[in-house]
C-alpha cells in the first residue's frame, strides 16, 4: 500500500524545548487509514493534523471499542531520529484489538506508515535532555449505529507529540495508596489489552488516592483482593532480599515493554529475577522483616518511577528513606542510556528512523 502525503499549507510555532509538559501540544500533521469489510485497512494517508468528524452515534463513542499504543521517539546526540522495541508496540496493539473484536493490520506496514510520518516530522523532536516525542496510535470503531455488537469500520490514526523530561527537577519517589475498594482489571478480562474502558475505570480510584495525598493506586487482583497487580498506568517491581520480583502476567496485567526491558537487562546484570504471584502480605511482612529495599514502576512514560512511600488501610511503610535505590536507578540510567543512542544497543531494541 501507498501512503498519500498532503502537507499542512501553513507550520505550527515549535514550543521551545525547556517548557515542554506532557500531552498538549500536537505536530502538523498525522496518519490516518480506514477500515471497511470490503477493502479492509485501505487509504494509509498522512494529512495535516485536525479533528475527526463523528456521527454522535459512533460506535466507540457509546461502547468504547477502542485501542491504543504509547511509545516515543527519541534524538541522538548525533540528531538520528530512533525508536525503542517499537514491533513490540505494534505487536501489542493487534493483541488488543483481538481482544476487542477489531481487525487486525499488518504490523510491518504500520512500523513503515510511522516511520514515514516522523520522517514528515522529523524537526518535531525535541532535542533537550530527556524530552522526546511521544507517539500515540489508535484505533477507533467508526460504525454510526447503536446496539452492541463489533463495529464494522474502524480509522486508525497517529498523532505525535512532543514531550518533556519526566523529571525534570529529578527523580521524585511516589507515594501510592493500595485500594480494596476498586479493581482495575480482572480475569478474562480486557486487563491486558490497552483499551478506552480501562483507564476510565481507574479514574474514581485515582482520585480518591489523589484526596487522601497519594499519586498513584496500587491495584489488586480483581477476585480475591490480595495479589499485587500493577501501579496506575505502569507495572510494578520489588527488590526483596536481592532478588527482583514483578507480578506474574495473568490476563489482567498490562505486559508492559519497559517491563520485559527491566528483566531482560536485570537478568543480563546476574540479578535473581522472578516473575510470580506476589501479594500485598508478603510486601509488608518483607519490610517488616527489613527484607524489602525497593519499589518501583515502569513504564513509557516516566522508564522507572521509584516509590518512597506505600499505603495500606492503617499501614505505611516507607520504603528507602526517600531515596532512589541502586536497582531503580541503574535500569534508569542504562534503558534512558540506550533510547539516546548514548551506550551501544547491544539488546536489538532500537530501530531507526
Ligand atoms: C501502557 C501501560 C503500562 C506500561 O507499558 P509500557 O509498554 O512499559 O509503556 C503498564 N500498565 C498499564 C495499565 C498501561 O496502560
Known amino acids: 500500500m501507498d501512503i498519500t502525503i498532503t502537507k499542512a499549507a501553513a ?9 515542554l509538559g506532557f500531552g498538549t501540544i500536537f505536530t502538523d500533521h498525522m ?18 493534523y485536525g479533528p475527526l468528524e463523528m456521527d454522535p452515534s459512533t460506535m466507540v463513542l457509546h461502547y468504547g471499542q477502542g485501542v491504543f499504543e504509547g511509545l516515543k521517539a527519541y534524538r541522538t546526540a548525533g540528531g538520528d531520529i530512533q525508536l525503542f522495541r517499537p514491533r513490540e508496540n505494534m505487536r501489542r496493539l493487534n493483541n488488543s484489538c483481538r481482544l476487542l473484536c477489531i481487525p487486525a493490520f499488518d504490523e510491518a506496514f504500520m512500523l513503515e506508515a510511522l516511520k514515514a510520518l516522523l520522517r514528515v516530522e522529523r524537526d518535531w523532536v525535541p532535542a ?16 454510526p449505529f447503536l446496539g452492541v455488537r463489533a463495529s464494522h469500520t474502524y480509522r486508525f490514526f497517529i498523532i505525535l507529540s ?26 478474562g478480562g480486557v486487563g491486558e489489552a490497552k483499551t478506552l474502558g480501562n483507564y476510565a475505570a481507574s479514574l474514581l480510584a485515582g482520585d480518591k488516592a489523589h484526596q487522601a495525598g497519594y499519586t498513584q493506586v496500587l491495584w489488586l487482583d480483581g477476585v480475591e483482593q490480595k495479589y499485587i497487580e500493577e501501579v496506575g498506568s505502569m507495572n510494578i517491581f520489588f527488590v526483596i532480599d536481592d532478588e527482583l520480583i514483578t507480578p506474574a502476567l495473568n490476563g489482567s496485567i498490562l505486559p508492559g515493554i519497559t517491563r520485559d526491558s527491566v528483566l531482560a537487562l536485570a537478568a543480563s546484570w ?9 501479594t500485598i502480605d ?15 514502576g515502569s513504564g513509557t512514560a516516566a522508564v522507572i518511577s521509584p516509590v518512597g512511600e506505600l499505603c495500606f488501610g492503617e499501614t505505611t511503610l516507607q520504603i528507602g528513606e526517600g531515596r532512589v535505590g541502586p536497582v531503580a536507578q541503574k535500569l534508569f540510567n542504562t534503558i534512558t542510556a540506550v533510547q539516546y543512542g548514548k551506550s551501544e544497543d547491544t539488546m536489538g531494541w532500537i530501530e531507526p528512523v
Request: charged share 25%; hydrophobic share 40%.
Open 31 to 48: 496518519f490516518n487509514m480506514d477500515y471497511d469489510p470490503e477493502r479492509g485497512w485501505h487509504n494509509p494517508r498522512i494529512e495535516p
Open 282 to 296: 508478603d510486601v509488608i511482612r518483607a519490610h517488616a522483616a527489613g527484607r524489602l529495599q525497593e519499589i518501583f
Open 270 to 278: 546476574g540479578l535473581r529475577v522472578s516473575e510470580q504471584q506476589i
Open 128 to 143: 533537550a535532555a530527556e524530552t522526546s516525542l511521544y507517539i500515540r496510535p489508535t484505533i477507533l470503531a467508526m460504525d
Open 11 to 19: 507550520l505550527k510555532p515549535k514550543p521551545d524545548d525547556s517548557m
Open 162 to 187: 512532543p514531550v518533556g523530561a519526566y523529571y525534570a527537577e529529578g527523580f521524585n519517589p511516589v507515594k501510592i495508596m493500595v485500594t480494596k475498594e476498586h479493581v482495575r482489571a480482572v480475569r
